[in-house]
Nanobody, 115 residues
Framework: QVQLVESGGGLVQPGGSLRLSCAASGSIFRADAMGWYRQAPGKQRELVAAITNDGSANYADSVKGRFTISRDNAKIAVYLQMASLKPEDTAVYYC?????????WGQGTQVTVSS
């Protein structure tokens, strides 16, 4: 069994920063692509950023230049540094890991950007 556990969400003012972390545990020894998705109320889940196991990253246009994804392959962990946060970044953020044909999800962490 594989578990992904996210942490780091919370309430932040517009213009502020947060760092999300996600660590895998259980029967997993490596991960292929890892990423972060988000889902706002009434909207579909969308890709925020993804990173391959050799460090190549891609971002949604809405977060380019503000968010940075990184990973630690030894820990099977992925991180999302978020800066210049906007109210429209408010959502539940989900961590994702791909291992071969399998896809795993975390339970989600709430990020709220509000004054």
């Amino acid at each position: 069994q594989v578990q992904l556990v996210e942490s780091g969400g919370g309430l932040v003012q517009p213009g502020g920063s947060l760092r999300l972390s996600c660590a895998a545990s259980g029967s997993i020894f490596r991960a292929d692509a890892m990423g972060w998705y988000r889902q706002a109320p009434g909207k579909q889940r969308e890709l925020v950023a993804a990173i391959t196991n050799d460090g190549s990253a891609n971002y949604a246009d809405s977060v380019k230049g503000r968010f940075t994804i990184s990973r630690d392959n030894a820990k099977i962990a992925v991180y999302l540094q978020m800066a210049s946060l906007k109210p429209e970044d408010t959502a539940v953020y989900y961590c994702n890991a791909n291992v071969g044909w399998a896809m795993y999800w975390g339970q989600g962490t709430q990020v709220t950007v509000s004054s």
